[in-house]
């Protein structure tokens, strides 16, 4: 097997800095990962790890980070960035559902997968779990695509009975089509199956039902979904399943709650339903440049996290309706949110949720999110100039101080912060001009 190595400062993380600060944090000014094949040898200081002919890049003035990991994405929305002036029930009607309604075309599946998943390179995210369309071409696609470049990737078929025309399925065709595609990419290189009912205004009581049936007999897929975005989407929600106490009880009923559910938003949340999204371990997926964007609401980090029995947190764009694929820009907006609740988000805590982080949160901290021999080899390289703004105001911050360095790159950063991302051992982005 191929051995290399990548060289420059390493940052990673063991614990959650949340509850152990600074200890929870690897920081090694000169070090080096050794990469065997697909994954991480070692890593630790490069004097201990240099060896006569070892391929070694150098990253000179830069952060080597784990691969970013985006839990809550839409690929078919990547037409939809910035539409102009909607709240979420009228922004999917007038901008999603027709841009979706295209991916019937699987030439137009094929384009849409290529530039989703450049641009997430780009933005150094090396892992994504992602929408596809209600089309079961677009999930074939996509996988298809990531199978190429080896990189890991979580989606599914939307299912959506309830759904405007042209983009409507049945409970049995949504349930069979998920099924086959499960049969057919679930485990396959590094592709998971998330079942997917977009939320509880699009799909009926059965199509819930088909939903909980898959998750139960595929235990080791994910579910992913929406919940408790918009106040619109809540009542519509009310109106269609009376007999259920809560939006987060609709699903609860059809047993889509769980440790690996990930429900985007969950803004507007009651406290019983926080309660029983902490005793199931389903994840809470914190996507602030969507919820600014949209005018959904700000998502209170402190009720769901800060109580004896905290809610499992995961942070993501959320492109479309998310206005960035970078998730430096995403945390950004996230430490804007809090502050407007009077509460400060430290850049570790930040650095932490984009990496081991969400890999916690997808159950995949033993493969992604760190830089722990045995690890998959998916990096990213921040570089610490990327633009004349970010030198200048990184040359007022003593490097030793890495919170503050990150933080101002976290504010400060985006795309062009990236010098490289790596997938499995191989890099698959480099940015133009980078020195």
Request: one cysteine or more.
């Amino acid at each position: 097997m191929t051995r290399r190595a990548v060289r420059g400062r390493l940052v990673w993380f063991r614990d959650d800095p949340a509850l152990a600060g600074e200890a929870a944090l690897v920081d090694i000014p000169d070090g080096m990962v050794v990469i065997e094949g697909e994954r991480i040898e070692a890593a630790g200081p490069a004097a201990d790890l240099l060896e006569p002919g070892l391929e070694v890049t150098d990253y000179p003035n830069a952060l080597i980070l784990p691969g970013l990991i985006d839990a809550h994405i839409h690929y078919p929305q990547t037409r939809v960035i910035g539409s102009y002036g909607a709240q979420l029930l009228d922004w999917l009607q007038n901008y999603t559902f027709p841009a979706e309604r295209r991916f019937a075309d699987p030439d137009h599946c094929a384009a849409a997968a290529r530039f989703f998943l450049d641009e997430l390179l780009r933005h150094g995210t090396t892992t994504a779990l992602a929408y596809a369309s209600v089309h079961p071409g677009s999930v074939d696609a996509l996988c298809t695509e990531a199978m190429g470049r080896n990189m890991r990737l979580i989606t599914g078929k939307v299912m959506m009975d309830e759904g405007p025309e042209g983009l409507r399925d049945t409970a049995q065709s949504g349930y069979d089509d998920s099924k086959a595609l499960i049969a057919r990419w679930h485990g396959q290189g590094r592709i998971g199956y998330a079942i997917t009912p977009r939320f509880a205004v699009t799909s009926s009581a059965a199509q819930l039902e088909a939903a909980g049936a898959l998750l139960r007999e595929h235990p080791d897929c994910w579910l992913q979904t929406h919940l408790a975005e918009n106040h619109a989407e809540i009542a519509e929600v009310g109106r269609r399943f009376p007999e259920s106490s809560s939006y987060t009880d609709v699903y609860d009923r059809f047993g889509l709650l769980g440790p690996r559910s990930i429900f985007g938003h969950c803004i507007h949340l009651a406290e019983a339903e926080v309660a029983r999204l902490a005793a199931t371990g389903s994840i809470a997926c914190f996507c602030p440049t969507s919820n600014l964007f949209i005018g959904s609401g700000l998502f209170d980090l402190a009720r769901l996290a800060d109580r004896p029995d905290p809610v499992r947190i995961a942070l993501a764009t959320d492109v479309g309706g998310g206005t960035s694929y970078s998730m430096l820009q995403t945390a950004a907006e996230a430490y804007k949110v809090l502050q407007l609740q009077h509460r400060n988000w430290p850049a570790l805590d930040a650095f932490h949720a984009m990496t081991r982080g969400n890999a916690l949160a997808l159950g995949l901290d033993h493969e992604i999110g760190t830089l722990e021999p045995g690890s998959v080899a998916d990096l990213a390289v921040l570089d610490l100039a990327p633009t004349p703004a970010v030198a200048h105001r990184l040359e007022a911050i003593d490097r030793r101080d890495l919170p503050a360095l990150l933080f101002a790159l976290m504010i400060m950063g985006d795309d062009r912060a990236v010098r490289a991302t790596w997938v499995a051992g191989q890099p698959l982005h480099e940015r133009a001009g980078a020195a």
